[in-house]
């Protein structure tokens, strides 16, 4: 019942530091959001409540402006370190550049780098002038590039002269509202020759600034955070996240990841995704922690010796990089230093029990798996420090978190009655996980979308598109999606985005895309095409389309492998039947849906 995998006890007075939390039911029972609101400061003269606020400058009001904020391991592998009074210097210059700009409060910035410096004064110093900071992934494409900064009215964007003239240049013309561009690592009489409309030397813009910006009374409801994220149909959908969400990040990673003022953080999500953020930005430094950022990809050796190096003691990364190390071998990580390290925490696709298990073996410390998504805003539901751990679960819902597996219609989707109520499931029946909202970080729509926001809720509940199950202790169990979107190496792919890309090029008919089982990126995004008369099924063809496609979506979006059909499985109305592609794909009987996600999970299981 509880998996095939023993188990993991812990012995809570064997743990090098005390827990915040060390009784689940106790502080599941005496939670109060008063109570988390009470771990922060809020703005002087109770103006309101700024993130910039409380990662920052509090710090500096407790006497800890010296402390370490951020160590970046800068590609080369030099270390540069940023205390928390030099962080706010350089925040407060971003925001009155911005300032200066006329950039103003509520109006977006968006960012398009790498882990460099400036994108965590950039992120920090938007938020400080009370505008809202919209991160992108540095891994995409021009096409997705154009979607989010035209759906989200970007007016700025801090970016680098390579990057952008890779994926900002070729659809410039299509962001006619984008006013500034802010280019890191650029001389004054660089940004002036690069011909780019609206360019600024960042670093000299910032020289000219004064290093003063008090934070002006800020409403909790204010937009701070923009994160766009993929549905299973239609463009990306930018989730809106207010001031307040700081609340729940910080209390989140108190109780989720046990962060003290002591510890040496590393998270290893890019901030173009919303953990990057959420917990490789605000919530560590809301704690006063030193955070590692490393600039550089995945690499065993490298990943081992940061640990090792920067003495890192707690650590928030992902299946899929665990995975990568568990095929490094255990032998590696015996040869480091890794002693420092107190707790690993992972996140953003299921976990497969081997890989906790691994954990404990080769890390000395099992990895702790939690749920949550970009809507949520923080972390939901996860295992502790101080709680046994069922290798395979994602552990159970946070103190002040109320998570429910709801009962499932036809369409695999939670039922909703006439009336609009839903039915929780049986303990160990597969459905909707669905969360009741009132948590702080809770997204507050997705912008310009307010059907798309409406239809995530029924019967008081907020619907999270994940199928899961809840065992008769609490623990909940990740299954699969209940939509047709990707998760593919941690990110979240919607097939649409790539089906429009693909269709785009002139011999493409009709696209289907889906993600099949990839033992280490999880799922891995395959293309299903027809050709239009008169193109030739050859490999040449197909290649030909892979580097469209990677040209225009970016490695992170484009489909890894495309095969070419006569035609795809439609319904009457002409959509394509993605699941039916899968089902053919896995070899799984085609009608039957039930059958084709058990499948899924065991197909999870072997890997
Ligand atoms: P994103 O909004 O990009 O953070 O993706 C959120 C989605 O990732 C969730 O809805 C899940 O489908 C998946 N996910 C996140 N955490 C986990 C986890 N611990 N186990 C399984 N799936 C997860």
Redo the contacts with the bound molecule.
Sequence with gaps: ELGDYPVIRKQVDQLAVVPYLVDYERETSSFTLDEARSWLDGLPGKRGLNIAYEAVDRHLAHGRGDHVAIRFVRLSGEVEEVSYAALRTRTSQFAHVLRDLGVQPGERVFSLCGRVPDLYTALLGTVRARSTFAPLFSAFGPEPVRQRIVRGDGVALVTTPALYQRKVAPVRDQMPGLRHVLLVDTTAAEAAESGIPGAVSLSEAMHAASDVFDIEPTDPEEMALLHF?SGTTGTPKGAVHVHDAVVWHHASARYALDLHPEDVYWCTADPG???GTSYGVVAPLTHGVTMVVDEGEFHSRRWYATLAEQGVTVWYTAPTAIRMLMKAGTELPASYDLSALRFVGS?????NPEAVVWGAEALGLPIH??????ETGGIMIANYLSADVRPGS?GRPLPGVHAVVLRRGEDGRAEVAEDGSVVPAEDDQVGELALRPGWPSMFRGYLHDDDRYAACFAGGYYL???LARRDRDGYFW?VG?ADDVI?SAGH?VGPFEVESALMAHPAVAEAGVIGVPDPIMGQRILAFVALKPGFEASDATRRELLGHARRRLGPAVAPREIRISESLPKTRSGKIMRRLLRARELGLPEGDLSTLERAEEEGRHER
Excluded: A, I, Y
């Design positions: 994220t995704w919303v953990t996140v953003g696709e299921p976990l798996d939690n749920w949550w998504q970009t994602m999270t598109g994940d990740f999606r998760k979240l």
